[in-house]
C-alpha cells in the first residue's frame, strides 16, 4: 500500500498522468500485484545483494484501474501514470474540485478554487529523483482541462487529498520523502521502472 502512495505522490504529485496511456489489462493487474507483494516481502528481509523489480507503466496503470480503487481518496478516480525518459513522469486523475471548493474557496477574485468547479482532469509532469531510500518530485507543470495551473493551486489539491490523521497538512510536493519497503532507489525511463532494494 505504501509503494501505491509513494507512485501516486510522485508519479501524480498525486493527482498527476500520461497523455497517451497504454492498453490496461486484469492479467497486468495481477502482475503488478505479485511484483508489488514480492518488494513488500522483500523490505521485509535483509540481503547482501541488490535485489531488483522491475515493473512496467502498463502494470501499474492496470493496477490502478481494475485493483487501486478502494485505495485512492474518495473524490479522486481515473488516475494513469506515464514514464518517460530519465525519470520523468506525467499524471492524470480526475477529480472532484466543489469538495475543495466548499471547504476552502474564500470566494475572491484570486482564489481559483471559486471558478473551477465540478469533477475535472487535472493533469502534472516532472522528474522523479531517488537515491539512498529518498525520493523527490520535481514539479515541471500542471494544468486543470488542459488549462495550465500554478502550482499553489496543484499543492491545495493535492494537500486536500492526502491528508490523514497522522499528517493532517496533507503531503507537500516540494518535500523529500522516504520510500518505503527499504526501497533504495528507483529508475525510471522510457515506459518502465526498476525498483532497487
Do not use: C
Request: no cysteine.
Amino acid at each position: 500500500m505504501k509503494l501505491l502512495a509513494v507512485a501516486l505522490a510522485a508519479g501524480l504529485a498525486t493527482a498527476a498522468a500520461a497523455t497517451t496511456a497504454p492498453a490496461v489489462s486484469r492479467q497486468q493487474a495481477e502482475v503488478f500485484q505479485q511484483k508489488l507483494d514480492k518488494i513488500v516481502q522483500q523490505g521485509e528481509t535483509t540481503s547482501s545483494r541488490e535485489r531488483s523489480t522491475e515493473i512496467t507503466e502498463g502494470e501499474v496503470n492496470s493496477y490502478l484501474t481494475f485493483k487501486a480503487g478502494d485505495q485512492l481518496p474518495v473524490g479522486v478516480t481515473e488516475p494513469t501514470i506515464g514514464i518517460h525518459e530519465q525519470g520523468r513522469l506525467s499524471g492524470r486523475a480526475v477529480v472532484d474540485l466543489d469538495v475543495i471548493r466548499k471547504k476552502k474557496s474564500n470566494g475572491g477574485w484570486l482564489d481559483p478554487t471559486s471558478y473551477l468547479t465540478g469533477t475535472l482532469p487535472i493533469t502534472a509532469s516532472g522528474v522523479l529523483r531517488t537515491a539512498d531510500g529518498q525520493g523527490r518530485f520535481q514539479l515541471e507543470s500542471a494544468a486543470v482541462s488542459g488549462v495550465p495551473i500554478p502550482k499553489s493551486f496543484l499543492q491545495e489539491i493535492v494537500s486536500y487529498y492526502t491528508r490523514t490523521a497522522s499528517n493532517p497538512a496533507g503531503i507537500n510536493i516540494d518535500d523529500p520523502f522516504e520510500l518505503p519497503a527499504e526501497i533504495r532507489r528507483i529508475d525510471a525511463d522510457q515506459g518502465k521502472a526498476i525498483i532497487v532494494q
